[in-house]
């Protein structure tokens, strides 16, 4: 079992940044990629972002690509998603996850086994 902690939400003016932080722990050798979701109210959960265990391949949704930047701190098992140039349409509760295998339907919320409680961001406009 992983277990997933993430953190560092808040309310930020439209323009602003925000850090969100994912602590693994427990049997973190299960798993191979780590990414990052969002739920808006009254929509499905979306991929934001992806990285790899050794941090050498990431990925973005195009919504946030060249604002969001991922990345990790292996010795810690930790994952961050530093937020740029915050919108009001990224307002959500962001969620970090861990996957236990490869897979091409990265995207998809299916293909990961845990997932952190969820950190709220609200961006003001």
């Known amino acids: 079992q992983v277990q997933l902690v993430d953190s560092g939400g808040g309310l930020v003016q439209a323009g602003g940044s925000l850090r969100l932080s994912c602590a693994a722990s427990g049997r973190t050798s299960n798993y191979v990629a780590m990414g990052w979701f969002r739920q808006a109210p009254g929509k499905e959960r979306e991929f934001v972002s992806i990285?790899?265990?050794?941090?050498?391949?990431?990925d973005y949704a195009e919504s946030v690509k060249g604002r969001f930047t991922i990345s990790r701190a292996s010795a810690k098992n930790n994952v961050y998603l530093q937020m740029n140039s915050l919108k009001p349409e990224d307002t959500a509760v962001y969620y970090c996850a861990a996957a236990q295998y490869y897979s091409e339907r990265y995207y998809r919320p299916a293909e990961y086994q845990y997932w952190g409680q969820g950190t709220q961001v609200t961006v003001s406009s």
């Open positions: 990285i790899s265990r050794t941090g050498g391949v990431t």
